[in-house]
């Protein structure tokens, strides 16, 4: 009589199986944390909320929210333009600030390594209570006002210079508006300069050393050898500066749909963050795309 053999664990099933177990509570986390709230913030975002004592009672009104958002609120508008605009000058700023300065920690010299470290510290120290401790005026706090104008109050005036150059009121608005987050958008570059230093220091030096026998300036460096081979890393480091810059709690916009929450208002401002996510999922999808087909495969072909 044949008895059936029991199958033996093999060692890549107790792999697989010892790793579901670790990430079993990511997994978890991410459901409930994660896609519940969302799901939920879909649904507010078609009905009306009412917060009651006996919770939150919901009456499905389609597009009601959304209509109420682009047509009766005067609001919405500028603010969803004034995020738009922030993001479309701040990005090539902050990706050109990291490149620049990740190219400087490149090199070698004395005291590279405490340099790399002090770049990376307002990442640590951004979203912490050190940081309101820092920026805190007799009035207000930087972290509201943004730090670059607590910087520099009473320094300088930008007004002046755009009047000395006499600018439109626009070019005046934006070039003041840009001036005075400088602050902010040298803070931001943290995570973008290690990610292009991690680039960098992955390039085959034999290039460079090929570059200088056939007598290549530094320019030509760049451009033929280093921005070619930080193509996917350029990617990279844009595709997250756009999406930190979109969620940024002083984003004109995030910083409304905040305001409103807190106020138990949970209709409009799904609205409102599903309609503002509609528009930038477009405009990253595009900006991909175009970087993606003149840049990347340009120098992949």
Not at 163 to 181: D, G, H, L, P, R
Not at 185 to 193: A, E, R, T
Not at 242 to 264: A, D, H, S, W
Request: charged share 15%; aromatic share 14%; with cysteine.
């Amino acid at each position: 009589m044949k008895t059936k053999l029991k199958k033996g664990h093999g060692i890549e099933e107790l792999k697989a199986r010892y790793g579901l177990m670790f990430v079993l509570p990511w997994i978890i986390g991410l459901i409930v944390f994660f896609f519940i709230p969302i799901i939920q913030s879909v649904i507010y975002s078609f009905s009306s909320v009412v917060v009651t004592s006996g919770g939150v009672q919901t009456t499905w009104v389609g597009l009601e929210n959304y209509i109420e958002l682009l047509k009766r609120d005067p609001n919405y508008t500028k603010l969803l333009t004034e995020s738009l605009t922030e993001m479309a000058y701040s990005l090539p700023i902050i990706l050109v600030l990291s490149l620049i300065l990740a190219m400087m920690l490149n090199q070698k010299f004395r005291g590279r390594i405490f340099f790399r470290a002090l770049y990376f510290l307002p990442v640590i120290i951004a979203s912490g209570y050190v940081m309101k401790m820092i920026f805190t005026t007799t009035d207000e706090s930087l972290t509201d006002m943004g730090a670059s104008a607590g910087m520099s109050s009473g320094l300088i005036k930008v007004e002046d210079l755009t009047n000395a150059f006499n600018f439109s009121a626009e070019i005046a608005k934006f070039v003041s508006t840009a001036i005075n987050n400088i602050f902010n958008l040298i803070w931001s570059c943290g995570i973008q300069i290690v990610l292009f230093l991690s680039g960098l220091q992955s390039i085959p030096a034999t290039l460079y050393e090929a570059s200088k026998v056939e007598g290549a300036t530094k320019w030509e460096e760049f451009w033929f050898i280093t921005f070619p081979m930080l193509s996917r890393i350029t990617l990279l480091v844009g595709i997250f500066t756009m999406v930190e810059l979109f969620i940024n709690e002083r984003n004109p916009l995030i910083e409304q749909v905040y305001l409103k929450i807190r106020g138990t208002q949970y209709d409009i401002p799904s609205a409102m963050i599903w309609f503002y996510f509609i528009i930038v999922a477009a405009i990253m999808g595009i900006i991909i795309f175009l970087f993606t087909k003149f840049v990347v495969k340009r120098y992949e072909s």
